[in-house]
């Protein structure tokens, strides 16, 4: 078993993970944007759970409305952007499957084009 107690500190941080999967806190502040053109997961499948604040997910091209409580699968190979479009801090849990970083944030080699 592993166990985090999460900050939800300003900006991306892998917090926990094995083999199969790892979790990882992101903290947008207003205006901020995470990812963008080019940024896919070639080796793994993403989800993104919205804790609070709002923003804009853009997938494939398509823009989907993020508010607190939002789940969105952002699966493997999808070019994706997350907008804070709020006047908060867009705060999202994430999980990858299989990992898609290293413990220190930095993309592995097949987890992003």
Do not use: C
Not at 31 to 60: C, F, K, M, P
């Amino acid at each position: 078993m592993k166990w985090k107690n999460l900050r939800f500190e300003n900006g991306f941080r892998v917090v926990l993970g094995n083999r199969g999967s790892q979790a990882a806190e992101m903290v947008l502040p207003p205006g901020s944007a995470e990812g963008g053109s080019g940024n896919r997961h070639r080796g793994a499948d993403q989800w993104l759970y919205v804790l609070s604040g709002t923003g804009i997910a853009t997938v494939n091209g398509e823009r989907h409305q993020l508010e607190e409580g939002a789940l969105m699968l952002v699966e493997r190979g999808d070019e994706h952007e997350i907008r804070n479009t709020g006047q908060d801090a867009l705060r999202t849990l994430n999980f990858y499957v299989p990992p898609a970083y290293t413990p220190g944030g930095e993309a592995l080699p097949g987890g992003q084009g």
